[in-house]
């Protein structure tokens, strides 16, 4: 399956907002692959995975889901029908979880 495929949604980490993902969406909607940045309160835990999980409900066809630091948590606690785990990888300059919904 090629990116141009998938939807690709972003998840900010505790100390941040969707625009922290600016260059990555504008890297992947160059490359022609659908991307957002969802958008998490940051009121509590379960707000945002709540937001995460309407994020998600929104975006159509399988989808690669990437969290930054405190977004990993938020992700784990997920709807099972919304994703399941498919990969961590760990980066010394940026820390990810990736997430495939099929």
């Known amino acids: 399956m090629a990116m141009k495929d998938v939807s690709v949604v972003l998840a900010h980490g505790a100390w941040a907002d969707g625009s922290s993902w600016a260059r990555v969406v504008t890297a992947l909607k160059t490359e022609g692959t659908k991307v957002s940045a969802a958008p998490?309160?940051?009121t509590s835990l379960a707000d945002d995975v709540a937001a995460?999980?309407?994020?998600?409900d929104r975006t159509e066809g399988p989808i690669v889901l990437a969290?930054?630091?405190y977004a990993g948590a938020v992700i784990a606690l997920l709807r099972a029908g919304n994703a399941c785990r498919r990969n961590r990888r760990e980066d010394p300059q940026f820390s990810e979880?990736?997430?495939?919904?099929?």
């Open 40 to 42: 998490l309160p940051l």
């Open 52 to 56: 995460l999980n309407r994020s998600l």
């Open 67 to 69: 969290g930054h630091a």
């Open 97 to 102: 979880g990736i997430v495939a919904r099929h």
